[in-house]
């Protein structure tokens, strides 16, 4: 009976080791990261099928709230930071992971400027 027992669940097993697909990944999404150097606002977006409209969600929310936006970050499958400053300072980062991205950012924000922190930060 115990026999019968290992022989069932070992071909068990082994229907469910060859019924996993192999090599399957997650579907590749896109982010975009908008910014108004001249009035300070940004827009973001994350998981979008296509680059094209994750870019056009970043900047229609970053258009609302001024002028002036531009696309500063692309990333798909990563993060992206963006950083300000005093005295219109800022940077932008992009990494595989959020903490890498938003010390980027810093880090480029400081070449221009002091005083700089995160202002946004998202992954995709």
Known sequence: MRMQFYRVLAAVLMMVALGVPQGVTAPKTYGALAYSPSRGADGFSYNYRTPSAARSKALQQCAARARGCKIVANFSRG????????????????????????????????KHGSGCRIQRSICS
Not at 81 to 107: E, K, M
């Open 79 to 110: 993060c992206a930071a963006l950083a300000i400053g005093r005295n219109a300072a800022w940077g932008v980062a992009t990494s595989r992971n959020r903490r890498t991205a938003r010390a980027n950012a810093v880090r480029a924000c400081r």
